[in-house]
């Protein structure tokens, strides 16, 4: 299984660590993992403004430099979200479907395909508050939703468990939108900073020292939020931690 | 009137700079969704439920026509008289007509958010009729001149203190005020008389059952069945989308209306009405205004099943923290959000946008409306029909552009880092920077993951993708 590794711009730019983490990680766990130079976006930003149209050239691109590829795995639920579902800029060739159908989040493609068991390497001595992107969860249904009373269920939490040392501490509203939102986060930008803000500090008031999530563009936001409204917590990716990260 | 596009974004900051209000806006609603949750959690059967709902109404819209003319018939045999109204306008005038003929001048209405779409009451007004709400909140919005904020709680957004004061000055009561149920006391007080000695009083209707050309009523106050049948003559003002097609089925919607809506398991007035009484007459308008074209849009008919709950607006975060008067319409949160553009897509162009597309109000929703796709969509409709600032149109093609050609690409997160690092405080946070106004921007990093990947994995870098085409 040849893997193509998919780094979103967030993680690119600003948290290059994350996507470190992600590819050493894959590798750890034996995977053949390539990552096409000349990548740039899933084409995610301009589709969810709207302007689908304009997510063609990204699109392509994207589907160019993936599609000899087994697998695409990214550290990032809500591209993945976009490839999966609403990937539709470009006609739908043969190439494009394959793309679609083969792109994996990074926590599902360990916990569902790879189905990993143990992470020998991994401590973190720390309690950790996890936060689900609303990509990650109620698009690729990695955990169960407080609205539809499923049995609870996680996958992010079954490899985050896995690791020696780790707590949890359970925010009062888990699964409530963080308010990145892409564009939102600038163009609704009091709604978006209030709704942070909040998630951040229901986390620290839950005893949370760092959070966690699969998904940087909301680590962006929030990360933004906590430090300029002086709430004391620190921000990393769950990838880091599978791969060992002890702070 | 105005088609200017509401600015939510605007609306919502001012909301949300008010704390005490914001607060307890945020919280109430919060607390009706965990009501709403604590109910699924003793029905085993919640989703099948809302699965056997969605599909009723499914049906019933695709043979809507039959279902209505059913409903005509069996209502006539029940001896209520039957109106149609293609438009707002339509219906005032049939209510002012009916109302004429009764010489009737005092009209008490209980909830419905049909009339507030035809904008009713300062139709009436020029008639000279005086119409009164019964609904407590709704009473409060009249009384305030503004629409109603939340589809079940039209007041939510005022604390006890902003209704002490509008009461004080139309009931003469102590505005210092503190106490609910004294202000409730004042509301009946003032309420009672005017019910008594109404000539007419008017409804909306919850469902409208065709097999049986009857129609059901759902409030908590009583206020509906008070308005309905202490004058002889009752109106109701039902959209035509309000049908179900049999009596039986009216056991899957009460089940999930209230649960959905406030958390109780039913309304405490859950009234059937199968003709007029002994003496009375009794009409139904049937609205609509929009409705037989929005069954007509392959992706946004389905905002048709909507049973009016609320429940997509106490989950929705963004609601919850902008308030329903932000949204500058009838119809406020999610569900508006998606119907709203079918009354005028201009107007409410930015609504789609007030949304991070979490995808909890699809959750929450009894009639399983795929809302937060719908909102997806009408995004991209709205581009289509240039209903898009055109600066941010611009971005988005720019952007487009560039994240089409990897070389560009890399040259301008280049240009963004040692923005990041090296622009002054002052630039980065003033108004131009809308993320910087309550965020810190994220930490420049000495090399990016495609920087370290060439210098680290140099060997094992593979050659670019078929080359860029030269545009």
Known sequence: ?247 | MSDKPVNHARAAEHFIEDTPHLQFHDERLWDMRQKRDAQMHILPEWQELREEASRIKEHTLSRLPEYLEQFETNARKNGIHVHWARDGAEHNRIVGEILKAHNARNLIKSKSMVTEECDMRPYLAKQGVTVTETDLGERIQQLDDQLPSHIVVPAVHKLTADVAKIFAKDYHTDPEIRDPHLLAEAQRQAARPVILHADAGMTGGNFVVAETGTFVVCTNEGNADLSATVPNLHIATIGIERLVPRMADMGVFIRLLSRSALGSPITQYTTHFRGPQKGGEMHVVLVDNGRSARLGMEDFWTSLKCIRCGACMNTCPVYRRSGGLSYGAVYSGPIGAIIDPTFNERKYSTLPYASTLNGSCTNVCPVKINIHEQLYKWRRVLVQHHEMPFVKREIMHMAGKLMGQPRMYRAAIKATEVSLSTMPRFVLYNWLNPWGKHRENPHPVKQTFNDWYRKNRETAAKPAAAPETKK
């Open chain 1, 1 to 247: 299984m040849k893997i193509g590794l998919f780094i979103p711009c967030y993680i690119d730019a600003f948290y290059p660590d994350a996507g470190i983490a992600t590819l050493e990680l894959l590798e750890k766990l034996g995977q053949d993992v390539e990552y096409p130079l000349d990548q740039t976006c899933c084409g995610q930003p301009m589709g969810n403004s709207g302007c689908n149209s304009d997510a063609a050239a990204a699109e392509a691109l994207f589907v160019r430099n993936f599609a000899r590829y087994d697998k695409i795995v990214m550290p990032s639920g809500s591209c993945t979200h976009h490839v999966r579902d609403n990937f539709d800029a470009i006609p739908q060739t043969d190439e494009v479907r394959h793309v679609r159908e083969n792109t994996y989040e990074l926590v599902e493609f360990l916990h569902d395909i790879l189905k990993v068991d143990a992470f020998p390497w991994a401590e973190f001595n720390h309690t950790v508050g996890l936060h689900n992107s609303c990509g990650t969860l109620r698009a690729l249904r990695t955990a169960s939703m407080s609205e539809l009373g499923e049995k609870p269920f996680s996958k992010p939490m079954d490899l985050l468990s896995k690791v020696k040392g780790i707590r949890f501490a359970t925010p009062k509203r888990p699964d409530e939108c963080c308010g990145f939102g892409g564009t939102f986060s600038v163009t609704e930008e009091a709604v978006s900073a209030k709704m942070g803000v909040d998630k951040v500090r229901d986390h620290h008031q839950a005893g949370a020292e760092y959070i966690v999530s699969a998904d940087s563009s909301c680590i962006m936001h929030q990360q933004g939020c906590a430090e300029r409204a002086g709430v004391p917590i620190r921000f990393i990716h769950i990838a880091q931690i599978l791969n060992g990260a002890s702070q």
